[in-house]
């Protein structure tokens, strides 16, 4: 008896695009461990994606995929964020999974159309097409189906400094863009506040790009450093909260832990 299989991440997708639409935004950790437990039990704690990070983390490409299985296996949406500069990781993570692709450092409105491109299969973009990899179950879903249901892959720019900042109409004006992610901590290092992320010029800026971006039906993703700020970013209009990283949550629950055990305050 044939089976009907399905894309593996597709509908983690749809949970992830879901929670970005409602009022309780999506909230995920950064993952920079490359250890598939860690990625399997963040999906289980009922996050709503995890952010894989090989730009800062140490992962390789193979071990990517192991990561994204075990996002698969928890129900959680892998977002990927590749290599700066480097478009064939855009590719490469979408065949083997991705339900979105981050890029790193986008400047400009020409970046922005690149980095879409790379993300889509023709007439919207370059990506290049096989039916037979991770993504489309090794070519168990039907071609066309996969072609059409891949195109609904979401696309995260970042937007990290003050020239970001000043093409920001233009970047979000190109077709394709379903995240504006703006790094609070080089966005202050590009104002002179590095590391002052909480600074109300930080955050005047912040809910200016929300404002912009509302404006374009593009949705605004912002670091945060605790559950706290992330919360403020949520009432700010951020509907996509990248949350501290699995070593630092794991770090701090540790030291309450030891804390608590030792009846310290």
Same mark, same amino acid.
């Given at each position: 008896?044939?089976?009907?299989?399905?894309?593996? $991440?597709?509908?983690?997708?749809?949970? =992830?695009?879901? %929670?970005?639409? !409602?009022?309780?935004?999506?909230?995920? +950790?950064?993952?920079? $461990?490359?250890? +598939?437990? =860690?990625?399997?039990?963040?999906?289980?704690?009922?996050?709503?994606?995890?952010?894989?990070?090989?730009?800062?983390?140490?992962? $390789?490409?193979?071990?990517?995929?192991?990561?994204?299985?075990?996002?698969?296996?928890?129900?959680?949406?892998?977002?990927?964020?590749?290599? #700066?500069?480097?478009? *064939?990781?855009?590719?490469?993570?979408?065949?083997?999974?991705?339900?979105?692709?981050?890029?790193?450092?986008?400047?400009?409105?020409?970046?922005?159309?690149?980095?879409?491109?790379?993300?889509?299969?023709?007439?919207?973009?370059?990506?290049?097409?096989? #039916?037979?990899?991770?993504?489309?179950?090794?070519?168990?879903?039907?071609?066309?189906?996969?072609?059409?249901? @891949?195109? /609904?892959?979401?696309? *995260?720019?970042?937007?990290?400094?003050?020239? %970001?900042?000043?093409?920001?109409?233009?970047?979000?004006?190109?077709?394709?863009?379903?995240?504006? =992610?703006?790094?609070?901590? /080089?966005?202050?290092?590009?104002?002179? *506040?590095?590391?002052? &992320? $909480?600074? +109300?010029?930080?955050?005047?800026? *912040?809910?200016?790009?929300?404002?912009?971006? %509302?404006?374009?039906?593009?949705?605004?993703?912002? =670091?945060?450093?605790? @559950?706290? !700020?992330?919360?403020?970013?949520?009432?700010?209009?951020?509907?996509?909260?990248?949350?501290?990283?699995?070593?630092?949550?794991?770090?701090?629950?540790?030291?309450?832990? &030891? %804390?608590?055990?030792?009846?310290?305050?």
């Amino acid at each position: 008896m044939e089976r009907n299989v399905t894309m593996p $991440t597709m509908e983690s997708v749809k949970n =992830f695009k879901a %929670a970005m639409a !409602s009022e309780q935004g999506a909230f995920g +950790p950064f993952m920079i $461990t490359s250890d +598939p437990a =860690f990625v399997e039990a963040a999906g289980y704690a009922g996050y709503d994606f995890v952010l894989l990070d090989m730009e800062h983390g140490p992962g $390789t490409f193979e071990n990517l995929q192991n990561l994204i299985r075990a996002a698969n296996v928890s129900g959680v949406c892998p977002v990927v964020r590749v290599p #700066r500069g480097t478009d *064939i990781w855009i590719d490469q993570a979408l065949d083997v999974g991705a339900g979105a692709v981050m890029i790193p450092q986008i400047d400009s409105a020409d970046q922005a159309r690149t980095a879409v491109s790379a993300a889509k299969f023709s007439p919207r973009g370059t990506r290049g097409t096989c #039916r037979f990899v991770r993504s489309a179950a090794y070519g168990a879903v039907p071609g066309a189906e996969y072609f059409t249901q @891949a195109q /609904d892959t979401v696309v *995260i720019l970042q937007a990290e400094g003050q020239k %970001a900042i000043d093409n920001l109409d233009e970047i979000l004006s190109v077709d394709g863009v379903d995240i504006v =992610f703006v790094g609070p901590y /080089d966005l202050s290092a590009s104002l002179g *506040i590095i590391g002052q &992320i $909480t600074h +109300p010029r930080v955050m005047e800026l *912040i809910g200016e790009i929300c404002r912009k971006a %509302a404006a374009k039906g593009v949705q605004v993703g912002c =670091f945060a450093d605790s @559950a706290e !700020s992330g919360r403020r970013l949520l009432e700010m209009g951020v509907r996509f909260v990248g949350y501290s990283c699995d070593t630092a949550i794991f770090m701090n629950m540790a030291k309450a832990d &030891i %804390a608590a055990f030792h009846g310290e305050k």
